[in-house]
């Protein structure tokens, strides 16, 4: 069973910095693309970056690039969205999905599923 467990939300103010991690397990696919997503209340969800095994280049939203770093760890394991400079309009529930598929990076940021999606975590930027 393919689980995922992100962490590493809170609160934090405008400027800030924040580091989250997705633990994977269960996930034995060679090939496949990775995400993270957030989605903030009354608007839709919001595709943050991803990265695939096929694809040298990472996708970054645009309201995000230049301030969000994402790696992985260990194949997929574990992945990381490095955040800084922090916005208000970062505030959202952020999760991370994963899928064995061979894919570009900005492709999977933009389909309607990725099979495996975990709970999220909260990140609130706030004076």
């Known amino acids: 069973e393919v689980q995922l467990q992100a962490s590493g939300g809170g609160l934090v103010q405008p400027g800030g910095s924040l580091t989250l991690a997705c633990t994977i397990t269960?996930?034995?696919?060679?090939?496949?693309?990775v995400g993270w997503f957030r989605q903030a209340p009354g608007k839709e969800r919001e595709a943050v970056s991803c990265i695939s095994s096929r694809d040298e280049n990472r996708y970054y939203s645009d309201s995000v690039k230049g301030r969000f770093t994402m790696s992985t760890e260990n194949g997929v394991n574990t992945v990381h969205l490095r955040m800084n400079n922090l916005k208000p309009e970062d505030t959202a529930v952020y999760y991370c999905?994963?899928?064995?598929?061979?894919?570009?990076?900005?492709?999977?940021?933009?389909?309607?599923?990725?099979?495996?999606r975990g709970q999220g975590t909260q990140v609130t930027v706030s004076s």
């Open positions: 269960g996930f034995t696919f060679d090939d496949y693309a």
């Open positions: 999905a994963v899928q064995g598929i061979i894919i570009r990076a900005a492709a999977f940021c933009h389909r309607n599923w990725q099979d495996y």
